[in-house]
């Protein structure tokens, strides 16, 4: 029975995923890509992964969607050609057919497709990854380290030293974020020369202040289209 | 009976799909997300019985929680952070 | 204005269960699914989500940028430093065992601390960069 | 005892099913975003009401329903909320509802290939409507 639903949540994960790849307005790819996030959530609660999942959750859900949208405050939204646009310059350039970056692409799929033919079966209690320090951890977790949840143990105290370096990793996304935006505080001199389309300076409006404070004035299209309205409730009159 | 429920918000979840697809606005693709995230929170409390881990409901108490955030910057994006432009969906999923 | 006091007084309503339900996620690791990282992503899309209705100065205020950045690396410096605590009481590095009397509650002693670290620098990671991205390089925020 | 729960958790799984299934037909099929977001609040307040409610029946008294309480009471809360913003936003961007005045389905709601007999009859009373004015 969870097997059905598995098949359908993978099918509609490769709907998703196709979706992702061929709309070309970006804030739609951004949309997709929150489904995609529901649907691997569901995935790994049917897996049994509680803890990836909710680990999704609160990613997909709570921060990705915002940076994504950030993101494409930045560079813009559309895709102007089929291929990713680089610079205002590269849509003069004739599509290319890229036939030799696909047969690369199939073959190495077919190599790798090939090779989990010799993985052992999912779930499988003789498979390797079952046999090496698993039952150990998921044997002794419960005097040894005395917490319920062994993935909290493992993470915590039995693979102290990955989550160590993890934490590192994330303060260093944190630091490399900083280094490369912190060079648009001048965008005067950098921005509009590397993004000199309208887009830039359409963007003026805050992205964040906009329901703060500022807005206390009513914004143009709204009070013109209340005015239309009390038009048309008129004319009915 | 847990495997009907599921396969009800299944069937609802490929309905908000192809709504999200077919879009036409920018919005019919907003709502689909936000009916998705929904049938998210269902798909998951249902799941847990089904796998006789109602545990899991944390899961579909955080997606109760912060499902709306997502929705909400993408709103906010629209009527503020692109001001003076039509938003119209120009990506169709062909 | 008036149109927006739906979503200002949902958001009151809804980020201080969000944060509170990030700190559930935090300490109720040990029993259930969750942990340090989660609870960070949870209490920064807290803090996100009001500085999207409040907008960023406000939320600079309550959280300013250089709290965010000091969180961030003070994380870290929690977690090593629990492992240095250890290595100094006689253990190894990261070896909670140490850290109490009995070895099951060094164990838990020192999860809680690691798990405190983690949360820490997950949030303020989270909060600079969505600082950086949202603020957009204007010297005004 | 625990065969009146299992009815009634079936009843109300079933039902709850429906409703969603109902309410996401209703969002491919409505013509315009704002009845759209009509059909997507039936699956967010009678959908999720029932299947959660009918998941409490297999709960019993315990964690497990007070969390599935939590659930509903904050979908019941956060959904609406998006809901309004989509509608406003949807608003601002220009994109009106079509008035019984006018019951012309505006292009961009259209799905392609769909027959819609409000066409026909949706001219003369457009037409008498600006005569009105």
Redesign the interface.
């Known amino acids: 029975m969870e097997i059905l639903v598995d098949f359908a949540l993978l099918a509609l994960l490769a709907v998703t995923a196709m979706a992702v790849v061929r709309v070309t307005n970006l804030f739609a790819a951004v949309m997709f890509a929150g489904i995609y996030s529901f649907l691997s959530a569901c995935l790994f609660t049917v897996m049994d992964a509680v803890d990836v999942a909710f680990t999704e959750a609160a990613v997909g859900a709570g921060i990705s969607t915002v940076l994504m949208l950030a993101t494409l405050a930045l560079v813009g939204s559309k895709v102007t050609t089929p291929q990713f646009r680089i610079t205002a310059m590269s849509t003069k350039v004739p599509p290319r057919r890229p036939i030799f970056p696909l047969f690369v692409v199939l073959v190495t799929g077919g190599i790798l497709v090939y090779g989990t033919l010799d993985m052992p079966p999912y779930g499988n209690p003789d498979d390797p990854v079952h046999n090496h320090v698993a039952p150990h951890y998921l044997e002794e977790s419960g005097h040894e380290i005395g917490v319920p949840n062994v993935v909290t143990s493992v993470l915590a105290s039995y693979r102290g030293y990955d989550t160590m370096g993890e934490t590192t990793v994330v303060f260093t996304a944190a630091v490399g974020v900083m280094i490369l935006l912190s060079s648009l505080r001048g965008r005067d001199t950098y921005g509009q020369e590397a993004w000199g389309d309208e887009k830039v300076q359409d963007l003026d409006v805050g992205f964040v202040d906009a329901f703060g404070e500022e807005m206390d004035a009513p914004s143009p299209k709204v009070g013109r289209r209340k005015k239309r309205k009390r038009r048309k409730k008129g004319g009915r009159g | 009976?847990?495997?009907?429920?599921?396969?009800?918000?299944?069937?609802?979840?490929?309905?908000?799909?192809?709504?999200?697809?077919?879009?036409?606005?920018?919005?019919?693709?907003?709502?689909?997300?936000?009916?998705?995230?929904?049938?998210?929170?269902?798909?998951?409390?249902?799941?847990?019985?089904?796998?006789g881990?109602?545990?899991?409901?944390?899961?579909?108490?955080?997606?109760?929680?912060?499902?709306?955030?997502?929705?909400?910057?993408?709103?906010?994006?629209?009527?503020?952070?692109?001001?003076?432009?039509?938003?119209?969906?120009?990506?169709?999923?062909? | 204005m008036s149109d927006q006091v739906i979503l200002r007084v949902a958001t009151k309503i809804i980020v201080p269960t969000i944060l509170l339900y990030a700190l559930y996620v935090q300490f109720h690791g040990d029993f259930g699914p969750g942990g340090g990282f989660q609870a960070g992503v949870i209490f920064a899309a807290g803090i996100i989500l009001y500085s999207l209705v409040f907008g960023l100065r406000r939320t600079q205020k309550v959280l300013p940028s250089w709290v965010a950045r000091l969180a961030a690396s003070t994380g870290v410096l929690i977690y090593a430093g629990t492992g240095v605590v250890a290595l100094l009481k006689g253990g190894k590095f990261l070896d909670y065992s140490v850290l109490a009397h009995d070895p099951e509650h060094g164990q838990h002693l020192g999860i809680l601390f690691v798990e405190i670290g983690v949360m820490i620098t997950v949030l303020g990671v989270m909060i600079t960069i969505f600082y950086f991205f949202a603020a957009r390089g204007r010297e005004d925020l | 005892m625990t065969f009146v729960a299992d009815a009634l958790s079936w009843i109300c799984l079933l039902g709850g099913g429906v409703f969603v299934v109902i309410g996401a037909i209703g969002v491919i099929r409505m013509p315009d975003l704002f009845t759209r977001l009509h059909a997507a609040g039936i699956t967010d307040t009678m959908g999720a009401g029932f299947i959660l409610v009918g998941l409490m029946f297999q709960g019993g008294m315990s964690l497990i329903t007070a969390k599935l309480i939590l659930v509903l009471g904050f979908l019941w809360f956060s959904s609406p909320v998006s809901t309004y913003a989509l509608a406003r936003a949807t608003l601002a961007s220009g994109q009106e509802p079509f008035w019984s005045e006018d019951l012309e389905i505006p292009d961009t709601a259209r799905i392609p290939g769909m027959v819609y007999p409000v066409d026909a009859m949706g001219e003369a009373d457009a037409e008498s409507g600006e005569e009105e004015e």
């Open positions: 009976m847990f495997i009907a429920a599921a396969v009800a918000i299944l069937m609802a979840m490929a309905l908000a799909m192809t709504r999200a697809l077919l879009g036409p606005t920018v919005y019919d693709r907003v709502l689909a997300v936000n009916m998705f995230g929904t049938k998210t929170v269902l798909m998951i409390a249902v799941l847990g019985f089904l796998t881990r109602p545990d899991f409901l944390d899961l579909a108490l955080l997606y109760a929680l912060i499902n709306f955030i997502g929705t909400l910057a993408v709103l906010k994006f629209f009527e503020y952070g692109d001001l003076g432009r039509r938003v119209d969906g120009g990506g169709e999923a062909s």
